[in-house]
């Protein structure tokens, strides 16, 4: 098969973007090796702490991704993605950077849920994510009200997040953000969103009361359609006016 060469801009964490891999390896219709998509990976957990520099206590991400991105485009890479929400506030240092289409991550998860005609998105995502305004901007614009949760939960949120990092996926951390997602529930969502790409190693549809929409398995569902070349024929062109939902940047036949 031939098909574009991804790059992945990764390492937020490092185990969001192995089971990234995974969910492109999967989702690959491919009867042979040579059927599945050329990756470039850059895993590196050396980027500055997104949901710090939102706060204003830590240096911004924006250079070390968008150095991340250029090295991926230098490597090969012909389409850009980035398995993590919340660095998504940054995304402009990469699209700025780089030739290469980026397929956005915040607009592809808000499509993915509008599929299911929510009336009120409980969205589930770290604090970076939340006070850059990400999804509320994104739902905003599709005119569907989104729900937060409470400061309590969003802390309790926060504090699963990091144990997840630290590699703890165990009964206690699946209870507790099974226990969030049914706040949002509860405080009238009809739809939660996965807005963090560590919350599918712990939280499934069998553990939410509502459907589920993953943003990584969105975003992996995505770049397997882009990458094998499955676009709309007004994207073929350098300059569409209205682009591939979820896409930022140029066509993969370039112009800017």
């Known amino acids: 098969m031939s098909g574009l060469t991804v790059g992945v801009i990764g390492g937020m ?21 040579e059927d599945h998509l050329r990756l470039l990976v850059d895993c590196n957990p050396h980027i500055p702490d997104r949901n710090a520099a939102a706060r ?8 070390v991704l968008a150095a991340m991105a250029r090295g991926l485009e230098r490597a090969g890479a012909q389409v850009l993605v980035m398995p993590c929400n919340t660095a998504h506030a940054d ?9 290469a289409p980026f397929i956005d991550l915040i607009e592809t998860a808000r499509d993915e849920t509008m599929a299911l005609t929510p009336r009120r998105v409980g969205i589930l995502a770290a604090d970076g994510c939340i006070a850059a305004g990400l999804y509320q901007r994104a739902f905003a614009a599709a005119g569907v009200a989104v ?3 409470e400061p309590a939960a969003q802390a309790q949120f926060m504090a699963l997040l990091y144990r997840i990092k630290a590699g703890d996926t165990g009964e206690a951390v699946r209870a507790g953000m099974r226990a969030v997602a049914a706040g949002l529930i509860a405080a009238g969502a ?24 993953d943003s990584l398995d969105a975003l992996a569902r995505r770049t397997v359609v882009v990458a094998r070349g499955e676009l709309p024929a007004q994207f073929e062109s350098p300059r569409p006016s209205a682009p591939f939902p979820g896409f930022a940047g140029t066509s993969p036949t370039g112009g800017r």
Not at 13 to 33: E, K, N, S, Y
Not at 193 to 209: K, N, S, Y
């Open 13 to 33: 964490g490092p185990a969001a973007t192995v089971q990234f891999l995974a969910r492109l390896q999967a989702l690959t219709p491919a009867a042979r090796d």
């Open 147 to 149: 729900v937060l949760p």
């Open 91 to 99: 995304a402009s240092a990469i699209t700025s950077a780089c030739e």
């Open 56 to 63: 204003g206590e830590g240096p911004s991400p924006g250079p």
């Open 190 to 213: 009809d739809v939660v969103l996965a807005g963090c790409t560590e919350i599918p190693l712990v939280l499934g549809q069998a553990d939410v009361a509502a459907p589920l929409v």
